[in-house]
């Protein structure tokens, strides 16, 4: 029975490990940008330093896991196995990182040299990414509305960074583009097409599987990313053909397929069998109230386009949707995962003679839930920042750093704790050999 | 508990890995020539399919409308 457990073609622990260590740290970069630029982020969401945060967020912090967990988690929700995993986590993790930070660096400083960098780098980097999970993917039918998904969600990937790419080029070289169209698009597939495409895949499977909730009914499971990903394809089309109601319609509906997909887990979640609320639920209930007000916000701007002239209405949108939506969706999932494969791994080092310690003993729900409370005292800053940035950007960022740096030190102590168990059972089992002799 | 496909059933719905896993091979031990046992779960095992295939068992998988997956599995 062990021998069946131990997965032989699950990639190695340290493949997806080190995404998801290096990941906080772009979050408490982001923090201390604030911190040291303070009110200045908040005048507008063209600012360099704020375009270097979001940066620092979305492709330092929610890329860098996204690609390391896919790595991890292909062969177990779509049976595909990735061809020399380590080989390519070391490729895309290098890529992403320094990547992540030409592109902060080039905005804040407005060197074109560095964005043209950054875009070359991050643009290869993700096309192997690409290249290797469409390898993997070829051949794997589309049994599961989590399969379509995935498959959904690289579409969007491909979108959303060919997009970005040629708007780095376009700011670098002065390329006239209409860059605050572009723009949106670039976040609608960022957040939409990928992101959030991805978002519901993985959470057919772990929502259902770590929080003992019922499952996603069928029919909106396998409408909802081919919703997303054709709202978008509209999207991009009204904006080559500059039809500006289209766009609103667009967006509208995607609000619309959101909500409604953020709501159905909500429902789910109520239903869970689990009687304790772990972090990962506390979590994952921030992430889908948040993602509600955000795309609220959304809906009402395409509804009523003068709502987003107020001061600070893009700013909210974005820091509810990625700092209150999908930063707490990943880093509750974190919180699953990365004990979850600790103890497997140690499971499987004891070779069914030395039992692996508990998932709790790996990293603590205690630690966990107090982390999260500062991540959401954060959070509230941060919102509250947008109406009172000269009181409150500054402690909003240094909030944040610190909240992003302890999600690291959890992480961090976690993968300590794995290895001293790992070798405490080396050294009973060889004794246990050693005593069967 | 028993289905209109087989009366061997795990409903491992509401089960944390790796009972599923745990529960179906136990299943299939004590399956006699013949017989054929279903899985229920709200997601396609594939780490299980793998050993199911790398033992020797047929599988057939069939989504329903609540999201459940019938997994129906012989030897």
Redesign the interface.
Known sequence: ?QA??S?E?TPPFAAPLRFFVTAPLFAVLAGLLLLLEGPALFASRWMPATLAATHLMTVGFMLQVMLGALIQIL?????ANLKRPLLIATVLHLGLSIGALLLAGGFYLGQPLLLSAAALLLGATVLVFLVATTLALIGVPS??P?IRGLKLALCGLFGVVALGAVMAFALAHGWALPLPVLTDLHAGWGLGGWAGVLLAAIA??VV???Q?T??????P?WWFPLAMLTLLLLWSAAVFFDLNALIRLCQGLAAIVGIAFAGLTLRLQQQR?RARADATYHYWQLGLTASIFALLMLLTAALWPAASNFAGWTLLFGILLVGGGFLPFIVGMLYKIVP?LAWTHLQNQGQAKVPAPSMNKILADTDMQRQMIAYAAALVLLLAAVFFPDWLARPAGLGFALASGWLWLNLFGAIRRYRQFGRDIQLKLAAKLAGNK | MSHPKTPHVVDA??M???EP??KT?EMLDTLKDGEKMLLLL???P??L???LKQNGHAYE?E???????EILIWP
């Open positions: 029975m069946l457990l997965f073609n062969p177990v929700v779509a049976g049994t599961s989590t057919y499977v259902p599987m770590f003992l019922p499952g996603y009914p069928a029919r499971s069998r979850f | 719905r509401f944390e890995p790796p896993f745990v091979m709200y997601r396609e594939h780490p399919y793998k050993v998988s989504l329903m409308p609540d999201g459940t997956y």
